[in-house]
C-alpha cells in the first residue's frame, strides 16, 4: 500500500470530512406511499457512475520543507573618506586594519595582505529558503521533492603568520551533505512508457437528476443514488489513483541532443544536475569547469575536451548569484560567486582543477556588478542589499577587493575603479562629500591621496603607457573655479591645477583632453571655456572659448574640434582649438545634432586629422568634416528621412556614422552605418535598437556589427561591416536570442571565437541551436535541445576555437538538467 504516503493521516481526515460534508449537502428525493399500500418495492432505476482514468504522468510527491539553522554574521564599515581641506595628503598605505570609516587614511606602510577587514562575516552558515527568484516553478515544485542538505567546506587560511584574517570564521565542518534524489546519467535516458489503461466511456447525467418516476406500479419507485455523491467519490480516487501509477512508472526523459540538418554533430555531455547561467568557464591549461545550481546548493562539473564530466566538487552553499558569474584567477582557480536563497548574503568560493572547494568569503548582500579579476588575482565587484519587501527598491551598499591571498577589504559603494595590465588598481572613493585616491599595486601596497572636500572626482583614467589620471573641481571660498589632476606615473605621484571646473574627457595614447569650464555667479551660463592636452609631464591650454561646448573630438595631431551649444542661434559655431591653443572659428548653416551612441569595442579618438560635427538644415541633415585649419573638408548629406548622431571610432580609430530612418509619424524603422572615410553606406537593416544592449558592437578583429531588434519582440538582426563600410556579414539574426546581463541595464548578445568569428544563441522552438555569423549569413554549428522552462547561453571557446555552450532542460518528472555540447568553428567563413 503506497496509499498513506501520499495521503497521510491529515489527508485521510480532509477527505472523511470532504465526503462527509458532501453527504450531508445531498439532494433529497422526497418519496410517499399511496393510500392501501403496504410496502414499498425496489425501483429498476440505475445508479451508475465511472471512475476516472490513473494517469501516468510522472508528478512529484511534495515532502515536508526543511530549513537550515541560520547564524547570522555581521560586517559593516561606514565609508567617510577624511579629507585635508585644500591640501593634498599623500600616505603610503597598506590595506590596514580600517573597516572603511569611508577610508580615514593613516599613515601605516604595511602590506594589502596583511590588513584587517570587517566585511567578511564570521558565520559560515546562512539561513536559506527553499525558493528562489531566478528559479522558474517547475525548479522550484522539484526542489521541494529533494531534501536540503548542506555541506559547510572549512575555510583555508591562507594568510600569512603575521597577518589577521579577516575573512570566514572557521567553523566545524558539517556532517556529509544527503544524497539528493537526483537522477543519474543513465536515469536521465528515454525510458519506455507505462502501458497505459484506456480510458472508459463516460456517460453524462445531472448532478440532482432523480430517478425515473414513471412506473406501471402503483407502488412508488425506490430514489436512485445522487450522482453527485458518485461525483464526488470518483474525484477522491482519481488523484490517488494517478499517485499510485506514479508509484510505478519510470519518469520518460527527452534526448538532450538532436542533430538536425547539415549541422555538424556535436559532442554532448552526459546530463548535469542543475540549472546553468554560464557555459564553461576554461582555465589556463584548457580545463573546463561547469557550474550548476539546484536548490539551494551549487556545484562545479569538471570536464574533458569533449564536455565529458571527469569530476564534480562538494556542494557549494548558496545558488548563482545575479550577475556574479564565475570567473578564472591567473593561476587556474575558478571563482565561484553564491548567494543565499533570502539574498542576504554572498558566499566567494574557489575550485582547483581536482574540484576541491575553499571558501575564501562570505559577505552582506548579493553581487550587482560582473566579477573583475585583476593580472595579479585580486578580485573587484559591488554588493547591495536587497531588501524583504518586493515593493523596496535594493540598497547599494558596498565595493570589495579582495586580494590574491584571499584577504578582504570593503570601501564606499561609490567607488570607481580601473585595473591596470600588470595588476595595478587605482580606486577613487566617495561618500559623504569625502574622497580618496587610491593606488594598490599588484604585491598589495596602497598609496592614498585625499581629495578636496566636495570636488566630485572623475573615474581613474589609465592611459596605454599605463599613467593614472584623476581630476577634481574645486571651487574655492571667493568663488574661484580650478580643476586638479592628479597623476601617477609609477612611483610618482603629481597634482597639477587647471583654471575652470571639470567636464568632458577623451582619452589619447599618452594621456588625455580635458574639458573645463567657468561661470560667473551660482549658476553654470557656460560663459568661457577651455580644452587642455594633459600627459604625465604637460599640462597644454587653450584660450578661451566663448560658451559651453558639447563635447570635443581631439586628432591625432593635437587639434580639437568643439561645437558650441547655443539653442539661441540658428547656426553652428565649431572652435577648431590648434596644437598651439589658438582658438578658430567655423560656423555652420544649421543647428547642432548630439546624439550619442552605445558603443562598445570603439575608442573615443579619430585616426585622422579631422573633425566631424553633425547638423541639420530644414529637415535635413548633415555631416560636416573640419580639417586642422578651420575649414569644411566637405559635407555629406544624408539621405531623405534619416538621422544621424554623434559620430564614434572604431578600434583603428576609423570614422562612423550610425544611420536611422523614421516614418512620417516619428516612428524609427531601419538603419544603417556610414563609414565617414570613404562615404560608403551598408546594406539597410529594418528596425530599431535592441532592448539595452550597444547600438555597435566591435569584434577582436575590428569588424563592428550593428544591432537590430524588432518592435515589440525579440528578435535580432546583426550586420557586419568593416572599416570602409563594405557589408562583409549580411544582416543574419534569429528569433529569441539567449542574452547575457552584464548588469541590469546592460546585455550582450554575441560571443567571439579567438579568430573573431562572431556567435549568437538561438532559445526558440524551430531554431534553438548556436549559431555563426560568417559571410554567407547565420550559419547553424550547433543543435541546442528546446526547452520552453530551460537556459541558454553564449558560447564560450579554447585557444584552438572549440566552443562549448551549456544549456538547460526542464525534466519531465520535475527539475533541470544541464547539457554541454562542443562544436568546431566554421569551415567557411
Known sequence: MVWEKHVGRVGALAVALGIGSAVVAMPGVAWAQPEGSSSASASDSDAGSSRGEAKAGDKPSRPTKSRDAAGAGTST????????????????????????????????????????????????????????????????????????????????????????????????????????????????????????????????????????LSSTSDEPAAPDASPLLLTLLASVWRPLAERIAEANTTATTASAVQATGEVQAGATSSPIPGTAYQSPVIGPDGTLYQVTSGGSTTQVSILDSDGQVIATSDEIRGVSAPYGRAAMRPDGTLIVVTTTNRRTNTIISAVDSEGKVSRVATLIGVTDTPLTVGSDGALYFRTEIVPFSPLADPIEYRFVRISANNFVRSYSYDTDFEVAPDGTAHLVSSGFGFSTFRTIDSNGWTRATFLPFGSDPSDPLVDEDGTAYVTAGVTGLFGTQSTRVYTVDGASRTVRSIVGLPGDTVMTADGFGLETFTFDGDSDDGTRTY???????????????????????????????????????????????????????????????????????????????????????????????????????????????????????????????????????????????????????????????????????????????????????????????????????????????????????????????????????????????????????????????????????????????????????????????????????????
Do not use: C, M, W
Not at 581 to 595: A, S
Open 531 to 829: 580644452i587642455s592636452r594633459i600627459t604625465a609631464n604637460s599640462i597644454a591650454t587653450s584660450d578661451v572659448i566663448d560658451g559651453r561646448i558639447a563635447g570635443f573630438q581631439l586628432g591625432p595631431d593635437g587639434t580639437a574640434y568643439a561645437p558650441i551649444a547655443d539653442p539661441t542661434l540658428d547656426n553652428t559655431p565649431v572652435a577648431v582649438v590648434d596644437t598651439d591653443g589658438n582658438v578658430n572659428t567655423v560656423l555652420l548653416p544649421g543647428t547642432l545634432v548630439v546624439r550619442d551612441r552605445n558603443v562598445r569595442g570603439g575608442r573615443s579618438q579619430s585616426a585622422e586629422n579631422l573633425g566631424y560635427v553633425n547638423y541639420t538644415v530644414n529637415g535635413t541633415e548633415y555631416v560636416a568634416v573640419l580639417g586642422p585649419d578651420a575649414t569644411v573638408v566637405r559635407t555629406i548629406e544624408l539621405p531623405e528621412g534619416a538621422t544621424g548622431g554623434t559620430v564614434f571610432f572604431g578600434p583603428d580609430g576609423a570614422a562612423y556614422e550610425l544611420v536611422e530612418y523614421r516614418e512620417p509619424s516619428g516612428n524609427y524603422v531601419s538603419r544603417q552605418i556610414l563609414a565617414l572615410s570613404t562615404d560608403t553606406y551598408t546594406s539597410i537593416v529594418p528596425g530599431v535598437a535592441f532592448l539595452q544592449a550597444a547600438d555597435v558592437v566591435f569584434g577582436p578583429d575590428g569588424i563592428g556589427y550593428l544591432l537590430v531588434g524588432t518592435p515589440a519582440a525579440y528578435d535580432i538582426d546583426v550586420l557586419g561591416f568593416d572599416a570602409a563600410g563594405d557589408t562583409v556579414i549580411p544582416p543574419s539574426g534569429v528569433t529569441n536570442p539567449a542574452l547575457r546581463h552584464v548588469t541590469l541595464r546592460d546585455i550582450e548578445v554575441l560571443a567571439f571565437g579567438p579568430d573573431g568569428t562572431a556567435y549568437l544563441t538561438d532559445r526558440s522552438p524551430a531554431g534553438s541551436g548556436v549559431y555563426a555569423l560568417t559571410a554567407t549569413g547565420a550559419q547553424k554549428v550547433a543543435d541546442l535541445e528546446y526547452s520552453q522552462l530551460g537556459t541558454y547561453n553564449l558560447p564560450t571557446f579554447s585557444t584552438d576555437g572549440t566552443g562549448y555552450v551549456a544549456n538547460t532542460v526542464a525534466l519531465e518528472g520535475g527539475g533541470f538538467a544541464t547539457i554541454v555540447t562542443s562544436f568546431s568553428p566554421p569551415t567557411n567563413l
Open 77 to 212: 564599515a561606514a565609508d567617510s573618506d577624511a579629507e585635508t581641506d585644500d591640501a593634498e595628503s599623500e600616505t603610503d598605505d597598506a590595506e590596514s586594519d580600517e573597516a572603511e570609516s569611508d577610508d580615514a587614511e593613516t599613515d601605516d606602510t604595511q602590506p594589502d595582505d596583511e590588513a584587517t577587514e570587517a566585511e567578511a562575516e564570521t558565520s559560515a552558515s546562512d539561513p536559506v529558503e527553499p525558493t528562489d527568484r531566478r528559479r522558474s516553478g517547475i525548479e522550484k515544485r522539484a526542489a521541494k521533492d529533494e531534501p536540503e542538505a548542506e555541506n559547510v567546506v572549512p575555510e583555508e587560511d591562507g594568510s600569512p603568520p603575521d597577518a589577521t584574517n579577516t575573512g570566514d570564521t572557521a567553523t566545524p565542518a558539517s556532517p556529509p551533505a544527503a544524497e539528493s534524489p537526483t537522477a543519474d546519467a543513465d536515469d536521465l535516458a528515454t525510458a519506455e512508457p507505462a502501458e497505459q489503461t484506456p480510458a472508459p466511456a463516460t456517460a453524462l447525467k445531472s448532478l440532482s437528476a432523480p430517478g425515473n
